[in-house]
């Protein structure tokens, strides 16, 4: 997953963010060349720096925590909408999204930032965005990996090495805690972790919590698998 790009992190982003507002919103330049014209260029003047001259987040001029999206890695843009674009450009991550991209309705009219959606939407084939979403409804991994992402929680933990540093690399690091700790922590991290007061409290329900207690079980399994792997190879070689 992303393993073209290095820098990405290995989880699809999720739309249910999306506020109301913006999340059925179509592009009205879909398609149009003129757009995508003008939006590479509004791209590379405005959002090259962090994301990359070609959108794919290499080479960036400013170094970010955490990970800019690459937009040519078809796994990190299969689950992204037009509206979920737009709300990003102009609204920014900030507030919600704990990221670092900022908002830009003070400086692209919105016309402005449907171009640059339509030049983003032309670097993946056609009709990649958002292409996997009605099938993730029923992969209850995908789930558990959507409300993953959905919490942010990349923005502290790595997954074998891809994504924040500020706390273990869930796909690797030993679990020190057992799960009635785990859950408090899904509840309210703060109290969980009082000397670790970074993560904000999220709206966690039920069926969240158990989506990502079924993420963290997949991960173990995941690491148990390559770790007996590897040992069966070793063993070979001897």
Known sequence: MGQDNPRAVPVVQAVDLTPTPYRDLKNPYDGDPQAVTVGRQLFKTYCAACHG???????????VAGTPV?????????????GYAFWRIKEGGQELLKSQMPGYKQHFS????????????????????GMDWLLAQ????????????AKNCTACHALNGLGGTAAP??????????ETWRTEHFKDPIQALPTFAMMPPRETSAADIHALR????????????????????????K
């Open 169 to 178: 690399d869930l796909a690797t690091a030993h679990l020190k805690h057992d």
């Open 138 to 149: 029923h992969d209850e991994l995908q789930r558990s990996r959507m409300v993953f992402t």
């Open 53 to 63: 001259d070609r959108a794919d987040a290499k080479g960036a001029v400013i170094r």
């Open 110 to 129: 919105d016309n402005q930032i449907w171009q640059i959606v339509a030049y983003l939407k032309s670097l993946g084939p056609k009709d990649t965005w």
């Open 214 to 237: 079924s993420f963290l079980h997949h991960l173990r399994e995941e690491a148990a698998a390559k770790s007996a792997g590897s040992g069966s190879h070793e063993h070979e070689e």
């Open 70 to 82: 690459d937009f040519t890695d078809q796994l990190q843009i299969s689950f992204m909408t037009d």
